[in-house]
């Protein structure tokens, strides 16, 4: 009787095992085919509305990611030295550009005409040899010129870019010659990610005139994400991990299981580090009977929240039966692989 025992529990063993190793296979050759997918697919810009963009959106590798940044005018360096400083990693760029056409018109007429003082009376000569007192109408000497004003935009670095130029012809009915010189707006942002999966965002904004760029400073920059919700999933993770406890082994006695379970549900705000995890099993090896056993753990709780000097550690209790029936009461620490 004991020998069947011995050898159903071993088939079963082999059975689950092998179930566990075809499901990893499986989960492992389904995320391989959706990054082959991801890597192939572009989502391509769209007009939302005339404010509202959505961006195109692509995979590359790490080192396209830096190029597209060099190319958008970005140094990467202190970008890089902060990132260190936050521990985090660069995840992806964001470039976004806006270009205005320009405008040139000529013969325009007065937008507000605003009267000023009265010239000062000068003296001139007449042609009898005396003299008369009559008003000077062109003090300044602007009547027989072309008077032209560049149009630069301060910020608040005291950077001054080129917007156009003002003109005026007193000759003229219509006299204003205006130029807005075309402009392309350029917002550079690298984004990156730490442990904990919180995003950074550095940012740069450019504009191009007149084949310069001009860098100008950003008075404000947020980036606000929504925290993700603590939700149960379905999650498959395999997790390594020593069990101690009571084996009814007749005599009763203490035992050390090392094991290998995989959990398939967890609880927390990301599916990597959850606070919580469900329905583990797997086997282990009885180190006292020198045997193995089935071991199923209800729950798991992740003591690295609350502990700041670990992570990705699971405690909680789990159960034990061998090919004998023998059936064991345990509490272990796992880590997930």
């Given at each position: 009787?004991?020998?069947w025992r011995t050898k159903a529990g071993l088939a079963a063993l082999v059975v689950l095992v092998l179930a566990i190793l075809a499901f990893i296979i499986y989960q492992q050759n389904e995320i391989i085919q959706?990054?082959?997918?991801?890597e192939k697919s572009v989502v391509e810009m769209k007009q939302l509305r005339d404010d509202i963009v959505r961006h195109q959106a692509a995979y590359?590798?790490?080192?396209?990611?830096?190029q597209v940044i060099k190319d958008a005018g970005l140094d990467l360096k202190p970008i890089k030295d902060d990132l260190k400083k936050?521990?985090?990693r660069l995840k992806a760029v964001s470039i976004?550009?806006?270009e205005t056409p320009g405008y040139y018109g000529t013969s325009l007429p007065n937008t507000v005409v605003i009267p000023g003082p009265a010239p000062e009376p000068v003296v001139v000569e007449c042609p009898d040899g005396g003299q008369v007192e009559c008003p000077n109408p062109d003090v300044h000497g602007y009547l027989n010129k072309f008077v032209l004003r560049e149009i630069e935009e301060p910020f608040s670095n005291g950077k001054l870019v080129p917007v156009g130029s003002a003109g005026f012809k007193a000759w003229e009915?219509?006299?204003w010659t205006i130029e807005v010189l075309p402009r392309k707006y350029q917002a550079a942002t690298v984004l990156s990610q730490d442990e904990e999966g919180r995003h950074f965002a550095h940012s740069q904004l450019s504009i191009e005139v007149d084949g310069q760029r001009h860098q100008v400073?950003?008075?404000d920059a947020k980036l606000v994400e929504v925290l993700p919700r603590k939700r149960v999933r379905f999650a498959p993770r395999l997790y390594l991990g020593v069990d101690g406890g009571v084996i009814a082994n007749p005599p009763t006695h203490a035992d050390v299981v090392p094991n290998l379970q995989m959990s398939f549900l967890s609880y927390g705000h990301v599916k990597p580090d959850p606070h919580w995890t469900f329905l583990n099993a797997g086997v282990g090896y009885e180190a006292e009977t020198k045997g193995v056993a089935i071991l199923f753990s209800p729950v798991n709780y992740n003591v690295g929240k609350p502990l700041p000097f670990v992570e990705n550690l699971h405690v909680g209790p789990s159960f034990s039966i061998d090919p004998a029936s023998n059936f064991g009461i345990l509490l272990g620490m796992r880590v997930g692989l």
């Open positions: 009787m004991d020998d959706r990054q082959k997918y991801a590359a590798t790490k080192d396209d990611v830096e936050l521990d985090g976004l550009v806006a009915e219509n006299p400073p950003i008075d």
